[in-house]
């Protein structure tokens, strides 16, 4: 999916994204818990507000399972790796990507020819291991 800046590209990509965990869930019988589907929308928001904030172009997504993980990719133009900063409690705004690392399993931020690709991966299972109910 391709967004271009404006407010509306940030909530359309967290609706696409539970969309797609729930169309997963019911005509693939894939398990998701309804915290999964919160902590990727969280994800999806933070990055696209990232690449839409520092990159001067179109952002590129694209949101995925494999295995028990739910991958989600994101480019930019902008080949400046992201990094996280240290805490600061003087410090107003911007913890994004500190949230994003908080609450992911993987995180990998590559240069490309043009720009950048970051991906994140979110386990499936919840916190105890267990698969989601009826699963």
Same mark, same amino acid.
């Given at each position: ?28 019988? @894939? ?5 999964? @589907? ?10 696209? #507000?990232?690449a ?26 902008d ?20 949230? @994003?690392?908080?609450? @992911? ?9 043009v720009?950048?690709? #970051? ?17």
């Amino acid at each position: 999916m391709t967004l271009d800046g404006g407010g509306t590209g940030i909530s359309r990509a967290r609706h696409i994204a539970a969309d797609f965990l729930t169309r997963a869930q019911v005509g693939h019988g @894939v398990p998701v818990f309804q915290r999964v @589907v919160d902590l990727t929308q969280l994800v999806v928001s933070e990055l696209v #507000i990232i690449a839409l904030k520092y990159a001067p172009g179109p952002v590129l997504r694209d949101l995925r399972i494999t295995g028990e993980m739910v991958e989600f990719v994101v480019w930019d133009c902008d080949p400046v790796l992201p990094f996280a900063r240290a805490a600061d409690v003087g410090r107003v705004g911007q913890p994004g990507l500190e949230v @994003v690392m908080a609450v @992911v399993q993987g995180f990998e931020a590559q240069r490309e020819p043009v720009g950048k690709r #970051i991906t994140v991966r979110i386990g499936l299972l919840d916190t105890a291991g267990r698969a989601a109910p009826g699963q």
